[in-house]
């Protein structure tokens, strides 16, 4: 195994003012930058040679057994330019943990932490010129791995790619923080007990858009997810994580749905429950059923409620619609607790915050 990139520059970079063109308004997961890292790996053989090579299509034979048995993980993180023009991102390490626990649930070999930060670093150090400046922009850095082998047989695939995109990203919210109204879905679940939902995999996903699909329909725009059994606890908010919020006797009070080992762990999750206590609030990790989201808001218990991941930091809830009636949160709007802790997530991401956790790893300058 090695872990050093060989790197094949692109003959078509785009040129400053093409770059520029392209970066202007750059939306969420629409552009990508001049280059991609590709991995390969054969059973006996393990990972490499890896290279960087020109952003393109990838040629796949048509057997390969991620188009038919959906061996597919992915992750994301973002790379953010720093105050004196340095690149670094939040937590990579996290993500690469995150992305072996992927791989062994969907039977597919781990990569190497040190193999998916040099790839990382590799891409960002050539294509830093990508990297957006303002606050709430970002390089978003998507990693994924897939079954290649030409096989039909079902089993696990011998051989695997690793490719690493880059694809700059604007503000997720270019007018300001919008909350969402959300779908409580009871005619599907993304997670069973002993299925995947603890995994970053393609599947999880391509099971979930009908339900998100119905929530459209529903005048909301996303869904949130019950578990599997009773079909009252609360998971998800489509991909991203939920978290309540509660003033009990003068206390501030946070509160996520407990990881049952049908949702994802996420890693911005993680992140608001260390800084919501230094905060000096509680948080707490817990299970929480749709009665009680209804009734704690009846009652004033609860103020706001708010999703939580990489791509659009934080959510707020706004309202929420379900075959049993809804309710509205906080008026509609952005509470202060959700505003707070975005605010200084933000700043600890583009290092207008000092770095006291040692998330922030510096990639470039
Ligand atoms: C990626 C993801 C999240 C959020 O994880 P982060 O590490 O915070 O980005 C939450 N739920 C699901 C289903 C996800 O796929």
């Not at 070999?109 to 303002?134: H, K, R």
């Not at 578990?227 to 998800?236: G, K, L, Q, S």
């Not at 996420?266 to 990790?285: H, K, M, N, V, W």
Request: hydrophobic share 40%; aromatic share 8%; with cysteine.
């Amino acid at each position: 195994m090695t872990t050093s990139i060989q790197i094949q520059l692109s003959d078509h970079a785009a040129s400053p003012a093409e770059r520029a063109a392209r970066m202007t308004n750059p939306g969420f997961g629409r552009i990508f930058t001049d280059h991609m890292v590709v991995v390969p790996y054969h059973e006996g053989q393990g990972w490499g040679p890896g290279v960087l090579k020109a952003y393109g299509p990838l040629a796949m034979d048509p057997a390969a057994s991620v188009l038919h048995y959906g061996q597919a993980i992915f992750e994301g993180f973002k790379a953010f330019k720093q105050q004196d023009g340095s690149v670094a991102c939040f937590r990579p390490d996290a993500n690469a943990r995150r992305f072996n626990v992927s791989a062994r649930r969907l039977a597919m070999p781990d990569l190497p932490e040190e193999l998916f930060l040099a790839a990382a670093q590799a891409l960002i150090t050539q294509d830093q010129a990508w990297v957006p400046g303002a606050v709430g922009e970002s390089l978003y850095m998507r990693p994924l791995m897939i079954g290649t082998e030409a096989a039909l047989g079902v089993k696990p695939s011998n051989e695997y790619l690793f490719i690493l995109l880059a694809s700059p990203s604007g503000a997720y919210f270019p007018a300001g923080v919008k909350p969402v109204t959300v779908w409580i879905s009871e005619d599907y679940v993304r997670a069973a007990p002993g299925g995947t939902g603890f995994a970053k995999c393609a599947g999880n996903y391509a099971a979930s858009l009908v339900a998100q699909h119905q929530a459209k329909g529903e005048g909301c725009d996303q869904v949130v997810w019950l578990d599997a059994i009773h079909r009252e606890y609360i998971e998800e908010m489509g991909g991203m994580n939920l978290f309540f919020v509660y003033q009990e006797n003068g206390e501030t009070v946070v509160v996520t749905p407990e990881l049952t080992g049908s949702l994802l762990p996420g890693i911005t999750r993680d992140s608001l429950l260390t800084l919501a206590r230094e905060q000096g609030f509680r948080a707490e990790e817990r299970r929480i059923s749709v009665s009680e989201w209804r009734s704690a808001i009846a009652e004033g218990r609860m103020t706001e409620a708010f999703a939580c991941g990489t791509a659009a930091v934080i959510t707020p809830v706004g309202e929420v619609k379900s075959a049993r009636g809804g309710w509205t949160i906080h008026g509609g709007q952005t509470g202060p607790v959700a505003a707070k802790l975005r605010q200084i997530l933000l700043d600890l991401q583009h290092g207008l915050a000092p770095d006291t956790h040692g998330w922030m790893k510096k990639i470039v300058g």
